[in-house]
């Protein structure tokens, strides 16, 4: 009776996981991203469009790649002394709105 029981919550969740995946990201406002993404540019080059080989492109960067880099550089998971010093006082709906313009953007074409 039990194994029932979990198979069918697995079954929820499973079945529930691809509806609520883009939700996740698509909460974060590209407007909102754009204004919060100024000090970013300074590195990351306006929109993300580096032009510097030190600092990567983030300009057409799926959102849900970034927001996980974020986070990583926020808990101090992934190591870079600059990083997670700027994503620091990132909140989550901070890391989703800048998640969401540096995605709207294109990336630079060769
Ligand atoms: C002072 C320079 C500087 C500033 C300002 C800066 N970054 Fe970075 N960022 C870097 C460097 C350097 C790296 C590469 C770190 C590494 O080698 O792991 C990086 C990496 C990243 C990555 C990972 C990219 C990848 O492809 O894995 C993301 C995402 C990111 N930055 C977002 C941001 C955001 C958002 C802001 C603004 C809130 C910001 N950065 C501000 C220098 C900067």
Redesign the pocket.
Same mark, same amino acid.
């Given at each position: 009776m039990k194994i029932f029981f979990n198979i069918n919550l697995l079954m929820l969740f499973l079945g529930l996981g691809p509806v609520l995946a883009p939700n996740a990201w698509a909460a974060g406002d590209i407007e909102t991203g754009r204004t919060?993404?100024v000090? *970013?540019q300074? *590195?990351?080059g306006k929109g993300g469009k580096s032009t510097n080989p &030190? =600092?990567?492109v983030?300009a057409g @960067?799926h959102a849900q =790649? !970034?927001i996980k @880099?974020?986070r990583a550089?926020n808990a101090g998971t992934?190591k870079?002394p !600059?990083?997670n010093g700027?994503?620091a006082p &990132?909140s989550e709906q901070d890391m989703e709105d &800048?998640a969401a313009f540096?995605h709207s953007n294109q990336a630079p074409q060769e």
């Open positions: 919060k993404a000090a *970013c300074v *590195c990351h &030190l =600092y990567p983030l @960067q =790649y !970034i @880099q974020l550089f992934r870079d !600059i990083m700027m994503a &990132l &800048l540096f």
